[in-house]
């Protein structure tokens, strides 16, 4: 072979590796079968052809390239919603309870502030409260589900 065809089977290979990278890094791409959660809070899968439906649940985080993960987004946002069934408003004129994972021995504790309000935490109005929430849903839901940690 000389350095031309060398050169050519080069670039071939190099532009087959990029084509393999796109559609790596760039999921989805038309055709490819991805996992959503339907209006009923099912997961269901269906086809990327890059319709307005397929873009609008992208848009929302509503697209996952497998069942499992789907499975997994929809049973956290099920426990996001039972906490919040407890769960009230930040309130700066008063203590704001939450739920926190130790990460030395991955036990939930609570814990409160009254000055910072922290994008994404669910709060309570009391100790008491919080406990009932994590009795009632589950410690292990909470940990697997909301911290990401199993022990």
Not at 15 to 44: C, M
Not at 63 to 73: I, M, N, Y
Request: with cysteine; charged share 35%.
């Amino acid at each position: 072979m000389n350095l031309q065809e060398e050169l050519k089977a080069l670039k071939e290979r190099i532009a087959e590796l990029e084509e393999q990278a796109k559609k790596e890094d760039g999921f989805p791409q038309k055709d490819d079968t991805y996992w959503y959660i339907n209006s009923y809070g099912v997961v269901s899968d269906e086809t990327w052809e890059n319709h307005l439906t397929d873009t609008d649940m992208f848009k929302i985080g509503n697209v996952f390239k497998t069942e499992e993960q789907a499975e997994f987004a929809a049973e956290k946002l099920r426990v996001e919603t039972e906490l919040r069934k407890f769960s009230r408003p930040f309130d700066e004129d008063d203590n704001n309870y939450f739920i926190e994972l130790s990460m030395f021995d991955k036990t939930l504790t609570i814990d409160d502030d009254e000055c910072w309000q922290i994008q994404g935490t669910i709060y309570f109005e009391s100790t008491k409260i919080a406990n009932e929430a994590i009795d009632t849903i589950g410690a292990e839901r909470i940990k697997k589900y909301i911290f990401g940690v199993e022990d």
